[in-house]
């Protein structure tokens, strides 16, 4: 969910929380319901420290826009594996644009914050939290001097989990979301969440942003402070920064508004880029957790918020422990984030996820049955290169310069389309 101004304009009637499921009433509109078939990347990597192997895969659809049939995925992702030729560093990502600009920032800031994180290595190992922010601002302050990017009403979310060792750091800006399956006693799934959506939902961050100047109204009341303006009539401040449960139910979720106008409408309280939305509260500072990987920690999984719209955590959760394959854990995630939105709206949103299961790597084969990590990609945002007999600048993540084409690992080569770093 973003800005008025971008893809997140239309109001919505469910926001999948961390705890409740989804209704399964089918309406009319699921029989425009697209299976979803992208081929979705396998990979694998190893965090030899810990004895721990990593199998992943990730997939990214475009929204379904009925008005808007050309439209780009805003949406975009990136797995690197072994950031500074380090085998026990690896670091997962998902970038939710929104805006005129979005997926020009969403794409910034994927390709640029790796390398950020990186050009720090000292900070990145003693303590990853600080090279974090540090990184996530640097970002932040680079995007708003580039040139090619108008950046002021438009910006990215972030959700970024980096493994070291036995460690997960998980650095959350806005409303996409990462979450955990733990085993429990009783061999059933439980859900824990490793991110907090950052939205005026949250109290801490309602009030962060009103010290900062922001109004926060839903799109129903800013609009009736406005006609109230034109008529002379005062609506007490208090009666207008107050959104109540009944309107974000019907789908009028709380958002940022400048004082004297009826812009920006970001219904997140974190992003990068966002100018305009800076000056209200709106900050590129992460929230950044610390996870041990425990043995009852078997998968953590990362999306935007076009999974988590309809879906809830626990709700993923449970698909992705039907799943021995992390490929058909994504596909069917997404198909059915695909379908829930069809049956409330007449449109998708772009949707994109990214499972890894955590394995004991003594009990999945040799060391050498895991560099080779990618079978077929036909993906609108990536490839994954990862070479175990390059050196560590060969290991990166790039846009393909052809997404209509399949690739395989060995016949991915740099394009103008994208560089390797």
């Known amino acids: 969910m973003g800005c008025v101004n971008g893809k997140c304009c239309l109001r919505r009637r469910y926001r999948g929380s961390h705890s409740q499921n989804p209704s399964s009433s089918r309406h009319a509109n699921s029989s425009r319901c697209q299976i979803i078939t992208d081929p979705t990347t396998l990979g694998s990597t190893l965090v030899p420290s810990?004895?721990?192997?990593?199998?992943?895969?990730?997939?990214?659809?475009?929204?379904?826009?009925?008005?808007s049939p050309d439209r780009e995925n805003q949406d975009s992702f990136i797995i690197k594996t072994e950031l500074l030729s380090n085998p026990n560093l690896h670091l997962f990502g998902v970038f939710d644009g929104h805006g005129a600009f979005g997926t020009e920032c969403a794409?910034?800031?994927?390709?640029?914050?790796?390398?950020?994180?990186?050009?720090?290595?000292?900070?990145?190992?003693?303590?990853?939290?600080?090279?974090?922010?540090?990184?996530?601002?640097?970002?932040?302050?680079?995007?708003?001097?580039?040139?090619?990017?108008?950046?002021?009403?438009?910006?990215?979310?972030?959700?970024?989990?980096?493994?070291?060792?036995?460690?997960?750091?998980?650095?959350?800006?806005?409303?996409?979301?990462?979450?955990?399956?733990?085993?429990?006693?009783?061999?059933?799934?439980?859900?824990?969440?490793?991110?907090?959506?950052?939205?005026?939902?949250?109290?801490?961050?309602?009030?962060?942003?009103?010290?900062?100047?922001?109004?926060?109204?839903?799109?129903?009341?800013?609009e009736a402070a406005a006609a109230a303006a034109i008529d002379g009539t005062h609506i007490p401040e208090t009666e207008a920064t107050e959104c109540t449960s009944s309107e974000a139910d019907e789908g009028d979720p709380p958002r940022l508004w400048v004082r004297d106008g009826m812009y920006?409408?970001?219904?997140?309280?974190?992003?990068?880029?966002?100018?305009?939305?800076?000056?209200?509260?709106?900050?590129?500072?992460?929230?950044?957790?610390?996870?041990?990987?425990?043995?009852?920690?078997?998968?953590?999984?990362?999306?935007?918020?076009?999974?988590?719209?309809?879906?809830?955590?626990?709700?993923?959760?449970?698909?992705?422990?039907?799943?021995?394959?992390?490929?058909?854990?994504?596909?069917?995630?997404?198909?059915?984030?695909?379908?829930?939105?069809?049956?409330?709206?007449?449109?998708?949103?772009?949707?994109?996820?990214?499972?890894?299961?955590?394995?004991?790597?003594s009990e999945s084969g040799s060391l050498e049955s895991h560099q080779v990590i990618q079978t077929k990609i036909k993906d609108e945002r990536f490839a994954i290169q990862k070479h175990p007999e390059a050196s560590s600048e060969m290991n990166s993540c790039f846009p393909l310069s052809d997404p209509g084409k399949e690739h395989s690992l060995s016949c991915v080569t740099p394009s103008p389309a994208g560089t390797v770093s």
């Open 50 to 67: 810990h004895g721990l192997l990593l199998q992943y895969s990730a997939l990214s659809h475009r929204g379904h826009y009925p008005d």
């Open 107 to 222: 794409r910034f800031v994927r390709d640029r914050l790796p390398e950020v994180l990186c050009s720090d290595s000292v900070t990145l190992i003693a303590d990853p939290a600080k090279a974090f922010h540090e990184a996530f601002l640097t970002v932040n302050s680079e995007l708003h001097a580039n040139p090619d990017i108008d950046d002021s009403m438009s910006g990215t979310t972030a959700i970024v989990v980096l493994v070291y060792g036995d460690m997960l750091y998980v650095a959350n800006v806005g409303d996409s979301r990462a979450v955990a399956g733990v085993l429990s006693g009783d061999d059933s799934v439980k859900v824990e969440d490793l991110s907090s959506d950052q939205t005026p939902f949250r109290e801490d961050e309602k009030e962060r942003v009103q010290k900062c100047g922001a109004r926060v109204l839903t799109a129903g009341q800013v």
């Open 264 to 361: 920006p409408g970001t219904a997140f309280t974190r992003s990068v880029g966002d100018l305009t939305a800076e000056g209200i509260g709106v900050v590129a500072d992460p929230e950044v957790r610390a996870i041990r990987i425990s043995p009852s920690h078997i998968f953590f999984a990362l999306a935007s918020d076009g999974v988590f719209e309809f879906l809830s955590s626990q709700g993923v959760v449970d698909m992705v422990s039907k799943f021995s394959d992390p490929r058909e854990a994504c596909t069917e995630i997404v198909s059915e984030s695909y379908r829930l939105w069809l049956e409330h709206e007449s449109r998708t949103d772009d949707i994109t996820i990214i499972v890894v299961h955590i394995q004991d790597s």
